[in-house]
């Protein structure tokens, strides 16, 4: 079965500072989709950023990029100049192709980021 | 504007009440989600839809019923809800397109006394 591992609770980053989330999956399958959200104190889930495992070149979104390392199952997020409203849970996320033909979503356990002034 | 909305936000009941937390999506998506959100475990599949009566179950459906008759919503039925399905739940619906975004709903705040 599929797993995936966010190993920080939490982190703190310093306003304009670069900080990276830390995520590991595991699966046995070769095509799959990770995920990165956010989630402020509003509760609402945003997409961050994505990344097709077909993919070599990694992922990239104004201030926010991921290291992907198919081999290592690793997928970590990386935040540059942090800002204030970067503070939120962060959840890693990875997509399955189901035999059944559905899709399937695993979600880490998240990582609580404050960033302080 | 393209949303996926959820009724009610909140809601508190007793053991054993029946309810039902209404998702629906305007963006003529085929796949529906329900999910639960609960501290350290991250957000949990409960049940899953590919399209109009075609749903999967998730990690966690016990307790659990859906339902897909029309393509926008997608129902999630508690006959009979016991306390540890207090939660956070979240509907979300994606396009069969790939690559496709999944689109989350606000959240529905349950809490079983």
């Known amino acids: 079965a599929q797993t995936v591992t966010q190993s920080q609770p939490e982190m703190s980053v310093q306003e304009a500072e670069t900080v990276t989330l830390s995520c590991t999956y595991d699966t046995s399958e070769s095509d799959y989709y990770l995920f990165w959200y956010k989630q402020p104190p509003s509760r609402q889930m945003i997409l961050v950023i994505r990344?097709?495992?077909?993919?070599?070149q990694n992922a990239t979104e104004n201030r926010f990029s991921v290291n992907f390392q198919k081999a290592a199952k690793s997928f970590s997020l990386k935040i540059s100049d942090s800002q204030l409203g970067d503070a939120a849970m962060y959840f890693c996320a990875y997509r399955t192709l189901r035999s059944s033909g559905t899709y399937k979503y695993i979600f880490g356990t998240g990582t609580r980021l404050k960033v302080l002034a | 504007e393209a949303q996926v909305t959820q009724n009610p936000r909140y809601l508190i009941t007793v053991t054993g009440k029946k309810l039902t937390v209404t998702c629906s999506q305007n963006?003529?998506?085929?796949?529906m989600s329900w999910y639960r959100q609960d501290p350290g475990l991250g957000l949990r599949q409960i049940y899953y839809?590919?399209?109009?009566?075609?749903?999967d179950k998730g990690d966690v459906p016990e307790g659990y019923k859906v339902s897909r008759k029309e393509k926008r919503n997608f129902p999630l039925i508690l006959e009979s809800p016991s306390p540890n399905q207090t939660s956070l739940y979240f509907c979300?619906?994606?396009?069969?397109?790939?690559?496709?975004?999944?689109?989350f709903g606000p959240g529905t705040r349950l809490t079983v006394t």
């Open positions: 990344q097709e495992a077909y993919k070599q």
């Open positions: 963006m003529n998506h085929e796949y």
């Open positions: 839809s590919m399209n109009v009566e075609v749903t």
């Open positions: 979300a619906s994606r396009s069969g397109t790939s690559p496709s975004e999944q689109y």
